[in-house]
Nanobody, 122 residues
């Protein structure tokens, strides 16, 4: 199982970035997948989670309609489109999955990629 992020970078406040996560070793249809972020020294926080069996995407309150989760099963890749970025969105973003037998968007993820840095300048 492998999760590989790309797409981070430096952007001005109000700008956009699209993060990508290429997954291997499991099906995007069978497990909860999503994104978390972490500011160094602070705990990781969930950003979004999608479970195909539910057919819906969950977002953290701070997203406020600015981010959109999507996936491309043919490419085994999922994405996080981030618009109207704010300096407080600066963090390392990780794509993640819950690969447990009872995978869901409630209990948290158990597998993560290596992370991609997002820096939003004011």
């Amino acid at each position: 199982v492998q999760l590989v992020e790309s797409g981070g970078g430096l952007v001005q406040a109000g700008g956009s970035l699209r993060l990508s996560c290429e997954a291997s070793g499991f099906s995007l249809d069978d497990y909860a997948i999503g994104w978390v972020r972490q500011v160094p020294g602070l705990a990781r926080e969930g950003v979004s989670c999608f479970m195909a069996s539910e057919g819906s995407t969950h977002y953290a309150d701070f997203v406020e309609g600015r981010f959109t989760f999507s996936r491309d099963n043919a490419k085994a890749t999922f994405y996080l489109q981030m618009n109207s970025l704010k300096p407080e969105d600066t963090a390392i973003y990780y794509c993640a999955a819950d690969l447990s037998s009872y995978s869901n968007c409630v209990d948290g993820f158990d597998s993560w990629g290596q992370g991609t840095q997002v820096i939003v300048s004011s």
